[in-house]
């Protein structure tokens, strides 16, 4: 019985991760290397509007009324290129407007201070940005090509937004690190 019991143990020792791996991995409690930390879009969008040779882009489509998450995204749009240091040249900030948002843009005036730009969106981009799963309540950052395929929902309260910060100057040193193509 003895003989028995420790073969029995020995097949335990072995079999049991194997079932407990195939658990794991059927219910999707393990989520295995994923890097970003910004939300990869299920559907990216693609826009020759936005396609800038060259350049990363940081995009907000700035509302009509700027609320305290749209002055967190402002204030995340001006810090992140300059936290870039030496790879500034490699990335541009882009505030969208509606052709129909009033002419003068307070909240945006800083922005364009320290080289962002505003521009009046054509209604297609517009609508496209709208359908994405984070919709206008996001800051994206697009590639060379204006592929727009990373977004990082609006935070709310001053740790999270130096915590966004954060977050999308890490992503964009690790996309500049690794591009071939801007």
């Known amino acids: 019985m003895k003989k028995h019991l ?3 143990l020995l097949l335990f020792a072995f079999v ?3 079932v407990v791996a195939k658990l794991v991995l059927e219910n999707h409690w393990y989520q295995g290397g994923v890097t970003n930390r910004g939300q990869l879009l299920a559907q990216p969008m693609a826009s020759d509007w936005l396609a800038k040779p060259g350049k990363w882009q940081l995009i907000y489509l700035l509302p009509d009324v700027c ?3 749209c002055q967190g995204a402002l204030f995340n749009l001006r810090q992140v290129p300059l936290a870039m240091g030496a790879e500034l040249d490699r990335l541009s900030t882009l505030v969208l407007v509606s052709a129909e948002s009033r002419t003068e843009l307070p909240d945006a005036s800083n922005l364009v201070a320290e080289g ?3 521009l009046a969106a054509p209604e297609p981009v517009l609508q496209e940005l709208g359908r994405l799963e984070h919709g206008i309540e996001a800051i994206y950052i697009a590639d060379p090509q204006g592929n727009v395929m990373l977004a990082y929902p609006l935070a709310e ?9 954060k977050d999308i100057l890490l992503d964009l040193k690790r996309l500049l690190k690794v591009s071939k193509i801007g």
């Open 6 to 8: 420790n073969l029995m």
């Open 67 to 69: 609320d305290t998450r």
């Open 116 to 118: 962002g730009k505003v």
């Open 16 to 18: 049991l991760p194997v």
């Open 157 to 165: 309260g001053k740790t999270q937004v130096l915590a966004q910060g």
